[in-house]
C-alpha cells in the first residue's frame, strides 16, 4: 500500500474511525457475532478517545481514504471516570432506544460480562488508579501486512513519550495470534494474562486476555 499518510485525529474522521473498528472489532472479523448493535458499539469502543480525548488518536489515509486508526489514551483514570459516568450510560440508554435491550444477543453479552467480574474489577483497579497509557488499533483488511499499524503505533508512542507517560498498554485475546505477533514485534511485552469468557454467535467461550506493556 502506497502513500501512506499517518496524521493526528479530525472530527471528519469520527464516522471512518467507528466503521473500521465495528468491521474489525472481533479479531479482525464484524463486530456483529458479538454485540446486535453497532451503533452502541462503537460508542463504546470509540466514543472515549474521538469525543473525549481526541488528541491522542491518529488515523492512517490513502488516496484520501481513513484505512486505519490508533485510539489513545494518556490517563487511565480519566478514561475509566469518563466511561463509567459517561460512556456507559449514554451507551445503555442508547440501547433502549433501538430495542436492543430486547435481544437474546444483548443478554447473552451480559451474561458474559457478569463471568468476567473479576477481570473487570482488575481493569477497575488499573483505570481508576493509574496515570499510565493504553491504546486500540484497526487497519481495514486491504491494509494489513502493509506497515500501516505499525506507522500508526509509532506515532501514538511518539506522542506518548512527548506528554511524558512512561508505559503504554494493550489487550489482545490470546486466540489472536496475528495481534499477539505484531505487539510483540513492536517490543510490548506480556506482563499478565486473566482468563475470560466472550458471548459469540449465542455461545460462550473461554480464553485468555493478554495485557501488553511498552516502557517508553
Not at 446486535?36 to 488515523?59: K, M, N, Q, W
Not at 463509567?84 to 444483548?106: D, M, N, R, Y
Not at 506515532?155 to 513519550?161: G, T
Request: proline share 3%; glycine share 10%; aromatic share 10%.
Amino acid at each position: 500500500m502506497n502513500d501512506i499518510v499517518v496524521r493526528p485525529f479530525e472530527p471528519g474522521d469520527r464516522q471512518a474511525i467507528r466503521d473500521i473498528c465495528c468491521d474489525g472489532a472481533d479479531q479482525g472479523k464484524p463486530v456483529d457475532g458479538l454485540f446486535p448493535d453497532r451503533e452502541v458499539a462503537a460508542d463504546i469502543l470509540t466514543g472515549y478517545y474521538t469525543d473525549h480525548e481526541p488528541g491522542s488518536t491518529f488515523v492512517a489515509q490513502v488516496a484520501g481514504a481513513v484505512v486505519g486508526y490508533v485510539n489513545g489514551c494518556f490517563d487511565n483514570r480519566r478514561y475509566g471516570l469518563v466511561m463509567f459516568w459517561i460512556i456507559v450510560p449514554c451507551a445503555l440508554w442508547k440501547a433502549v432506544a433501538h430495542k436492543t435491550v430486547f435481544k437474546k444477543e444483548f443478554w447473552t453479552i451480559i451474561n458474559s460480562m457478569a463471568r468476567n467480574g473479576h477481570r473487570l474489577l482488575l481493569w477497575r483497579k488499573q483505570s481508576f488508579h493509574s496515570h499510565e497509557g493504553h491504546m486500540h488499533i484497526s487497519v481495514v483488511r486491504a491494509g494489513r501486512g502493509q506497515g500501516v499499524g505499525a506507522r500508526l503505533v509509532q506515532a501514538l508512542l511518539a506522542a506518548a513519550q512527548a506528554r511524558g507517560v512512561e508505559q503504554i498498554t494493550v489487550s489482545v485475546h490470546s486466540v489472536n495470534i496475528a495481534a499477539r505477533g505484531f505487539f510483540e514485534h513492536l517490543g510490548f511485552a506480556l506482563e499478565k494474562s486473566y482468563p475470560m469468557v466472550m458471548a459469540r454467535e449465542g455461545r460462550m467461550e473461554r480464553h485468555e486476555s493478554l495485557y501488553y506493556v511498552k516502557h517508553l
